[in-house]
């Protein structure tokens, strides 16, 4: 893999289940001919496998897929296309073939100890890239770990981020980042504003607020009822204006009574310490509240958005509220499909469209030939149900193969070296 300009963070991973916080990874189904690991190095074929391209909603049915030095070499119908007689095969008949996640907003809570073991947690489930809205010079070494082969994940990025900022203080953030060539992101500075920030040419915004209140009866979300109307008048601004949204919904979901239960869930024995003190910080305190109305408004600003042609993000806020790395990207996906979108709707946010923000729709994002080889092989189509993704065959990190089985097994290491 060539390397990535410093100022991209390369940390691309993958994810498993968490509905409503579930916890429990799906029962296995799978041929015997799949098999447990195959090196990056080593060439790969999947044989008469349903491909999930992510360029339009539909399934090639009976491809066969040709991977090598961590790209799709070939790609067609399996009558056409012949493996190579050194490719590692794999069985794929009657599974899916759909590219890797990506998580578009997440913060890394780890330390150098154990960074590793935690990023694990994304390719454990589905993850092959993340974007870090913090900023960390241990984030460049990890970086550069990854693209060395010394750890498993594929390009990732970091990017400034404008804060709490005066108006004037946001104008000249903005002008010398114009002058750098950088793309800022972040939240909406509440002394700038929305209209500052579309005319500033702000990247994308993260979250869903600083935007909708004026279109709530009292100017909140969380008590006010939508004038939808209103609403449409600003999809239709940050539209035109070309800026992307993040939509992080599960974050807004969480309240402090829930802490307990999410405390006992399975997954949280494959956290590392370092990430569970964070976890706890002050910081990540928050009331309890009936969030019900919240959840409802949310959701339907999505719909919105998503009609309005406004170009979104999957992102979770992952590192926050006990929303963990990887685990959590199936509770936002499903919260998506909740408020009204299709399932090629909200898996196109994060594979398609993760890869037109980052500029890199030629080698990532869809299942072409060229592309990176970062794939997640069901055992059904998740365009039916997205829920799908969880049932996981395995997954393709820059063309290295790793089952289901070894992810698993790989969990379970990560649990005993925490005393787990």
Same mark, same amino acid.
């Given at each position: ?7 991209? /963070? ?22 015997? @001919?799949?098999? %447990? ?6 060439? +790969?074929?999947?044989? $008469? ?8 909603? %539909? ?6 897929? +040709? ?8 790609? =067609? ?60 010079? %241990? ?29 004037? &203080? ?15 992101? =972040? ?9 500052? +920030? ?23 979300? &969380? ?15 940050? %539209? ?16 402090? *009574? ?6 006992? !869930? ?21 009331? #309890? !509240? ?21 170009? /979104? ?22 919260? !998506? ?15 398609? #469209? ?11 994002? @869809? ?6 080889? *970062? ?7 998740? /365009?039916?149900?997205?829920? $799908?993704? $969880? ?23 990560? @649990?005993?070296?925490?005393? #787990?």
């Amino acid at each position: 893999m060539s390397r990535i300009p410093r100022r991209w /963070l390369l940390l691309a991973l993958c994810c498993a289940g968490w509905p409503g916080f579930a916890g429990e990874r799906p029962a296995l189904r799978w041929a015997s @001919a799949v098999p %447990r690991e195959v090196a990056a190095s080593s060439p +790969v074929a999947f044989l $008469n496998v349903n491909v999930v391209p992510m360029d339009a909603q %539909r399934v090639l049915e009976r491809h066969t897929v +040709v991977v090598r030095d961590g790209r799709i070499a070939d790609l =067609g119908p399996a009558e056409t296309v012949e493996a190579p007689a050194d490719a590692e095969p794999i069985d794929a008949e009657g599974f899916y073939l759909m590219p890797g996640l990506a998580d578009m907003h997440t913060h890394f809570g780890s330390d150098d100890a154990d960074w590793e073991k935690d990023l694990f947690l994304f390719v454990a489930n589905g993850v092959t890239t993340v974007r870090e809205m913090w900023g960390s010079v %241990r984030y460049l070494r990890w970086r550069d770990a990854i693209a060395a082969g010394d750890a498993i994940g594929p390009p990732g990025s970091m990017w400034p981020a404008p804060a709490w900022t005066a108006l004037d &203080v946001y104008e000249a953030i903005m002008a010398e980042a114009g002058v750098q060539g950088i793309k800022v992101v =972040g939240h909406i500075p509440p002394r700038a504003g929305l209209l500052n +920030v579309l005319a500033a040419g702000q990247y994308s915004i993260e979250h869903l607020y600083g935007f909708p209140e004026p279109a709530f009866s009292t100017g909140s979300l &969380v008590t006010g009822v939508l004038d939808e109307s209103r609403l449409k008048e600003l999809a239709a601004l940050i %539209r035109d204006a070309g800026v992307w949204i993040t939509p992080t919904l599960a974050v807004g979901l969480v309240s402090l *009574d829930q802490v307990p239960a999410m405390l006992r !869930r399975p997954e949280m024995r494959y956290v590392s310490p370092s990430l569970k003190r964070w976890l706890a910080h002050p910081l990540q305190r928050y009331p #309890n !509240r009936d969030l019900s109305l919240y959840e409802a408004n949310s959701k339907l600003v999505l719909k919105v958005l998503e009609d309005r042609g406004v170009k /979104l993000l999957l992102g979770v806020d992952s590192g926050f509220r006990y929303l963990l790395p990887g685990f959590s990207i199936h509770d936002e996906l499903r919260l !998506r499909v909740e408020a009204g979108l299709t399932p090629y709707q909200a898996l196109r946010m994060a594979t398609v #469209n993760a890869a037109e923000f980052l500029g890199a729709q030629e080698h990532a994002g @869809a299942i072409a030939v060229g592309q990176r080889a *970062d794939l997640i092989l069901l055992q059904a189509s998740p /365009l039916e149900d997205v829920w $799908n993704v $969880n049932q996981r065959v395995g997954v393709m990190v820059g063309g290295r193969w790793l089952s289901e089985t070894r992810l698993r097994e790989t969990l379970e290491e990560v @649990a005993r070296s925490y005393g #787990n």
